[in-house]
């Protein structure tokens, strides 16, 4: 284009912005008046909206700061360490630094409550320990539990700190390495605290910190407590926190090749690591080692919580590699021999366990590995000619063994039934039948939990069994009714009012007929029903976690169908804390039969915990309503606890709102 057409180009432009910004304001004008020629009311900006969610933000930090604070002059030592990580773990995102710095308040504290309680033990028991050593109690692992799934560094740190202290008070402690190695190969005290760390994470669901606070282990290489772990990895697909989908199964492949390929790079690797080893391809609920004695030892894994989909023994994969690699080398000898002494038997015995239960991997494998399948049966029948014909026999017996659990047994309660008739006297008999209440009433074989209840001859403990089954009912409506299109509420509510229920469970199941009532739109059907709950919840004992229950989940269910008619019962919620004295707002556990009174051993055995009786859960619900109106109710609590659940309970819920 040449110069004569830009400046035409130009000058179009010109003229064309001109005109445009002549009738803007008009236009502005005319949008404003609407059709009536009213001005219209100007609606928020969404620069007032970011400034109010900017406050909220700002309000919500600097209560989690102020809280956390307050919690350092707490007499509780053990509150005063979990107020203070609660609060760290909830500003993290935002001020990792104060965070950081309440969670090294928060160790502090739990320390010192460790010591206050080992003291305490030693004052009521009257044996003191001469070792400086503290017994590490939940109050430590808490924090831990919160710190690593920040910080792995910052866990770490406090791992050591611990490990540190039992290495001061054993002067027997050489570094961090286990002094005796048993066939199952136990951890270290760092490594046996850092599993129970992944363990904690792992249960709560943080599948993938869970792995990377177990993921060092690897370096003390194949022990029974790692490979266990790995078994109990799960198989729901998680989001990894710095991005991208995993499936929690290819995690514990990913670990498992590590592992293998860091024994497979061991002088000392014996055969007891490729038993060990091999079982997560063929027995992946039993664990096989064999002791010093040279006689089979098992860990069962219980079913249920390991992977339902064992991996198929593909030797050419990225995974398997490694244990074949070391089964060759370890089993046949080749390459670098172990150094370690070793105990003849032992090894012996091993050696042919171990072949005997690979060769038939081997004997499918490709051709890169199905090449040895001759010299491993030359091995086995070499192995088998030392050892004595009886003993022989019952260990070839153990080769294709894949569980210790009998799996044609249908019915879950056969083993109790079994001690039923051998069981010598009335109150052997009640145990036994308690036993299996609770074991029934677990799998909702409501049934057979009714049965065993009603032969219990002992009439408190009938009572208290009877009363336990149907406050689990109770509990089960929500997962029964889970499905939005279920709205039968008068069975529900029905079947609430002719149990035998305590009026904290009656009130329970009633909120929750109350919600189902929601689904058919009965809106006077919601209020009666909730009005019933009330008046069950009113019966409770005064001054009971049973009352202070009732009232968490009937404003649970009034949130979810009349938020107005929430805050009503969230106030009688409130008033009922207060005038519990020794109510500390973290009580999931209630007695299903509070008003029977047979033993306290028992009646914890009849107990019912469900996260529906939280404080700060049902505090977080109302915040998301209404923030200002919730934290009102929360600087309502007397007790300075119960308070700072609700204050830290609040500002989370506020900081994750959108």
Request: hydrophobic fraction near 40%; aromatic fraction near 8%.
């Amino acid at each position: 284009m040449n110069s004569q057409h830009r400046t035409k180009g130009f000058a179009s432009v010109f003229i064309s912005l001109t005109f445009a910004c002549t009738l803007a304001p008009s236009h502005a004008f005319a949008q404003q008046r609407g059709r009536s020629g009213q001005p219209r009311t100007s609606t928020p900006s969404a620069r007032q909206t970011d400034e109010k969610a900017a406050a909220r933000r700002a309000q919500a930090i600097n209560l989690l700061i102020e809280t956390a604070n307050q919690a350092r002059t707490f007499n509780d030592m053990a509150y005063r360490a979990r107020i203070q990580a609660l609060a760290a773990d909830a500003l993290w995102p935002f001020d990792e630094t104060r965070a950081r710095q309440i969670f090294r308040r928060a160790w502090d504290a739990a320390a010192a409550a460790d010591r206050a309680e080992q003291r305490t033990a030693e004052e009521e028991t009257g044996v003191f320990s001469n070792s400086d050593e503290v017994s590490v109690t939940a109050e430590r692992d808490e924090v831990l539990s919160k710190a690593a799934a920040r910080d792995e560094k910052l866990a770490e740190t406090f791992m050591r700190e611990m490990i540190e202290e039992k290495d001061r008070a054993s002067e027997s402690a050489k570094g961090n390495k286990s002094t005796r190695r048993t066939p199952w190969r136990e951890l270290s005290p760092l490594g046996a605290r850092r599993l129970a760390l992944a363990y904690e994470l792992l249960n709560k669901g943080d599948d993938i910190w869970a792995v990377r606070v177990a993921e060092p282990l690897i370096n003390e290489g194949v022990t029974g407590e790692l490979v266990e772990f790995i078994f109990r990895l799960s198989l729901p697909i998680v989001l990894d926190p710095d991005g991208g989908s995993y499936s929690v199964s290819s995690f514990a492949s990913t670990l498992y090749q590590k592992l293998a390929a860091k024994a497979a790079a061991d002088p000392h690797a014996d055969a007891n690591d490729v038993l060990l080893l091999s079982s997560f391809i063929i027995s992946p609920d039993l664990l096989m080692v064999v002791d010093e004695r040279g006689s089979l030892q098992f860990r069962s894994i219980p079913s249920g919580t390991i992977r339902t989909n064992p991996p198929e023994p593909d030797s050419e994969s990225f995974t398997y590699k490694p244990f074949y690699d070391l089964a060759v080398r370890v089993l046949l000898q080749r390459g670098t021999v172990s150094q370690r002494p070793l105990n003849p038997v032992q090894d012996r015995i091993a050696r042919y366990v171990a072949t005997g239960r690979v060769l038939p991997l081997f004997e499918q494998a490709g051709p890169r590995y199905a090449q040895f399948v001759p010299v491993m049966r030359s091995q086995l029948a070499k192995l088998s000619s030392e050892i004595e014909a009886s003993r022989r026999d019952a260990l070839n017996a153990q080769f294709e063994l894949t569980s210790l659990s009998r799996r044609n047994l249908s019915d879950l309660l056969a083993p109790q039934l079994e001690q039923l008739t051998r069981a010598g006297d009335k109150q052997e008999r009640d145990r036994i039948s308690l036993a299996i209440v609770r074991r029934a009433a677990h799998e909702r074989l409501w049934d057979r939990a009714q049965r065993a209840a009603y032969s219990i001859e002992d009439g408190d403990m009938r009572r208290a069994a009877l009363s336990f089954i149907v406050v689990n009912q109770i509990a089960d409506i929500q997962r029964a009714y889970k499905d939005d299109r279920e709205d039968d509420f008068e069975s529900v509510a029905r079947f609430v009012r002719r149990s035998d229920a305590p009026p904290f469970a009656s009130a329970w199941g009633l909120a929750q007929a109350a919600v189902v009532a929601k689904r058919k739109g009965s809106r006077a059907e919601v209020s009666a029903l909730l009005s019933e709950a009330e008046s069950y919840a009113a019966r409770a004992d005064k001054d009971s976690r049973q009352r202070i229950a009732a009232y968490i989940v009937i404003t649970d269910a009034a949130a979810r169908v009349d938020t107005e008619r929430a805050w009503d019962i969230f106030a009688e919620l409130v008033r009922a804390v207060n005038s519990t004295a020794d109510y500390m707002g973290d009580e999931t556990t209630l007695q299903t039969s509070a008003d029977i009174t047979f033993g306290s051993e028992l009646q914890d055995e009849l107990s019912i915990e469900s996260a529906a009786f939280r404080l700060d859960r049902i505090f977080a619900t109302m915040a998301r309503i209404d923030f200002d109106k919730s934290l009102t109710q929360a600087q309502a609590l007397t007790g300075e606890i119960p308070r700072a659940y609700a204050r830290i309970a609040a500002a989370r819920a506020a900081l994750e709102k959108k």
